[in-house]
């Protein structure tokens, strides 16, 4: 199977190399040949990415011929290869009023609303494109990717299994079903169809399927075997971001701290400034004992921005040191701001157990049910509390 250039469909133009069958030939069969010719060099210049060039180059066929609808067609692509939706969107639509039913305005301006986030426009559009070509693999694997968009499991991956019908084993619709099964959060299903991805091009995989199958395996909690596909992403690209996260990740669900440290480092070293990262280095440096530099990450994470974890961080460092006192100021401070979060509830109430105020730490509990929220976690230590029973 050929190398994929990207993880999803390419927005580049998929239109046949029979130019001539879209123009309107003119009276003038030199005219025509003209017409024609301009035309080839337009695209040309597209795929050189000489957007300017190939503009100027649509323009002068419609000041030869008004409304001709190649020339509106590559206005429209030419706009969209810059990005520029609402003006590709016009020459689509002014090609389709003069010509109704043109496939290439259909897929381009349905392109268009895709990249807008309009799915629901681009659905309509290519279900009408489809009308006359329902064989068209690039066409049914783009409503099906925005089917998954919409949330609409049963026609995505009804299309997707219509595509590998037509095509075993395509790139695109093992993709998207993998992505479709994640979205859904049947990670097994999702696993299954990157997995066999792999199988398929073992050699020259894109990445994000080594990467995705590891996300997989971490959602499953099979952090073992997770580690070994972010380990061969990292041997094509030892900085991506996604492979180094996913490792510390792995290794932080399989409470090998020290080796998380490692990876969380080396992420900010590309980006020493990621609040996120920082917290999470700082989680692990927390959880190996070494409180000093904990909160030191912390801090840094808070000199960039407020964040809750950081600032629960700092709390459970000074309950780990004994500092309950400052620690149930902090917990109480967070709870203030953040009144839905179980976790800081039990926290603070644990802080007024090892301080021997248990009545103290069943009000805290009763104050988080009163919030009418469920938490299994907090009514277990409640329950625990109320009739004596060890909380550990």
Known sequence: MAEIKSFQNSTDEVFPQELESMTQDP????????????????????????VDDAIDAFSKILSIEDNNNYALVGLGDSERKRNHFKEAIDYYSKCLSVHPGNNYALFGLADCYKALNQYHKAIEIWEQYLIHDDRNITVLTRVADAYRKVKDFKKSKQLYIQVLEMEENNAYALIGLGHLHYDFKEYKDALYYWTKMLDVNPENVDIRVLTSIGNCHRKLKTFDKGVIYFE?????????FYALFGMADCYRGMNQQFRSIEYWNKI????????????????????????ATATSYYNRAMDIDFDIYAALGLALICKGEGKYEEAIERLSRLIRDDQKNYRLYIDLADCYIKLNQKQKAIEVLQSFQKLNIRSQAINDMLEKLQNGKPLF
């Open 268 to 291: 900010l070293e590309l980006d020493p400034h990621n609040k996120v990262i920082l917290t999470r280095a700082g989680d692990a440096y927390r959880n190996t004992g070494d409180y």
């Open 27 to 50: 009276t003038d069969s030199g005219t025509a040949n003209k017409i024609s010719e301009i035309s080839k060099k337009g695209y040309s210049f597209l795929k050189e990415n000489r």
């Open 232 to 240: 061969k992403a990292l041997q094509k690209d030892p900085d991506n």
